[in-house]
Antibody
Framework: QVQLQESGPGLVKPSQTLSLTCTVS??????????WSWIRQHPGKGLEFIGF???????YYNPSLRSRVSISSDTSKNQFSLRLNSVTAADSAVYYC??????????????WGQGTRVTVSS | DIQMTQSPSSLSASVGDRVTITCRAS??????LNWYQQKPGKAPKLLIS???SLQSGVPSRFSGSGSGTDFTLTISSLQPEDFATYYC?????????FGQGTNLEIK
């Protein structure tokens, strides 16, 4: 059974870089037609898709974050990571990693990590 | 960008009720529509993909329908564990936008 677990600092200072890692267990990030994704949820708000890295290494980023975000993977550790530069208080949110699946129906986020809360504050 | 609008934003219902949540897309998305359930403090859970395909392990009281711009999630007989927030998500375009959510509360 595939499981995902986010890790990283819970507190980041304004203007610094938010870095989170998602560790995948029970399956390889190299296998299958999967899209390893990041989503965030601002306090009491809805869900915002940040981006993904595919099993081929292709990346996609939400245009509203594209200038500040990067997603990478480390197949040797079976992890993928999120970096968000120049953070402000508006980046405070719960960040989720997820395994996206396609099957002729676009991208469905089928497996999620438990989420990690990140606060941007000095 | 494709905007997703859910209605209602909140809903009070009783155990055993039949409930329908609506999701409308700002342009046609065929059946590229997913539904998620989120309980407080937990990650969302995928219920339905491709507008009507029930995920493995999801109770059959959940069903989805629609195509184009108008979609519905129906719970045929509410159970106590169904009280949660429900989100639709379009997977037609790469922005993968979500609706604002529908909070289903106990009456």
């Amino acid at each position: 059974q595939v499981q995902l677990q986010e890790s990283g600092p819970g507190l980041v200072k304004p203007s610094q870089t938010l870095s989170l890692t998602c560790t995948v267990s029970g399956g390889s990030i190299n296998s299958g037609d999967y899209y390893w994704s990041w989503i965030r949820q601002h306090p009491g708000k809805g869900l915002e898709f940040i981006g993904f890295i595919s099993y081929t290494g292709r990346t996609y980023y939400n245009p509203s974050l594209r200038s500040r975000v990067s997603i990478s993977s480390d197949t040797s550790k079976n992890q993928f990571s999120l970096r968000l530069n120049s953070v402000t208080a508006a980046d405070s949110a719960v960040y989720y990693c997820s395994r996206g699946e396609t099957g002729g129906y676009g991208l469905a986020l089928a497996i999620w990590g438990q989420g990690t809360r990140v606060t941007v504050s000095s | 960008d494709i905007q997703m609008t859910q209605s209602p934003s909140s809903l009070s219902a009783s155990v055993g009720d039949r409930v329908t949540i609506t999701c409308r897309a700002s342009q046609s998305i065929s059946t590229y529509l997913n539904w998620y359930q989120q309980k407080p403090g937990k990650a969302p859970k995928l219920l339905i993909s491709a507008a009507s395909s029930l995920q493995s392990g999801v109770p059959s009281r959940f069903s989805g329908s629609g195509s184009g711009t108008d979609f519905t999630l129906t719970i045929s007989s509410l159970q106590p564990e169904d009280f949660a927030t429900y989100y639709c998500q379009q997977s037609y375009s790469a922005l993968y936008t979500f609706g604002q959510g529908t909070n289903l509360e106990i009456k």
